[in-house]
């Protein structure tokens, strides 16, 4: 059995296709662009916060390691009630 392709050559419709958006593409470039919201802005503001934060996290670790920090158990009992009465 012998197959022959007569006009069967160069049949890829999804070939035009491509080129066609090549072409579209090439002639409008593409440019990104960012926006920041205005609740993005805020956190970047409150990013003090964080930083006295992190001061103030440091300071416990310091205390921890060193053996100088002490836990008040009844502030502990008195948060633990108030957080579970709610």
Same mark, same amino acid.
């Given at each position: 059995?012998?197959?022959?392709? #007569? ?9 035009? *296709? *491509? ?24 956190? *970047? ?15 416990? $670790?310091? *205390?921890?390691?060193?053996?100088? #920090? $002490? ?11 108030? #957080?579970?009465?709610?």
């Amino acid at each position: 059995m012998k197959i022959t392709s #007569y006009g069967v050559n160069n049949i890829n419709p999804y070939n035009k *296709q *491509q080129q066609k958006i090549k072409s579209a593409s090439a002639n409008t470039p593409f440019a990104d662009k960012i926006e920041i919201s205005s609740a993005a802005k805020e956190m *970047q503001v409150n990013s003090t916060v964080n930083t006295e934060r992190a001061e103030k996290v440091s300071a416990i $670790k310091q *205390q921890i390691e060193s053996g100088e #920090y $002490k836990v008040d158990a009844r502030k502990v009992a008195e948060d633990l009630l108030k #957080y579970y009465r709610k």
